[in-house]
């Protein structure tokens, strides 16, 4: 069995909670094999359809809270058989996206970091991750 990704990356705060950009680099990854999970494709409909029309990308204007979609993306990272994270552009300045490394790390996942102008995902270390949290949160 191969290794199952999880997209990473911002959300909040992004001109329609950034989905354009997560369908985008699921659908290049599974053109070229990977077998992706994107948290912007497992809302339903209305929740959906919210953070598509949404113009400032703040979690009051969705249906359910912050909370909610985290929990069900850290349930699904600890419990639901991926084994990798690809991190997008960005996911260091997002708490949820630190979060999701959080258990990547505990869980030894595999990571990758998406590289816009390749196209493609490259390899990311653990110590890596590590690295950007860290000066992330020094910049504090």
Known sequence: MGTKYYLAGPMSGLPQFNF???YRV????RAQGYDVVSPAEL?????????LTSKTGNP???KRSWGDFLARDV???ADGGITGIIFLPGWEKSSGAKLEA???LLKKFTFMRWDDDASA?????GFSVLYAINRELEER
């Open 121 to 125: 995902p490259v390899p990311y270390s």
């Open 60 to 62: 009051k204007e969705a």
């Open 75 to 77: 349930k699904l990272l």
């Open 43 to 51: 809302d339903d409909i209305k929740d959906a359809g919210a953070a």
């Open 20 to 22: 354009p950009l997560f």
């Open 102 to 104: 959080f258990v990547g």
């Open 26 to 29: 699921a659908k290049s990854l």
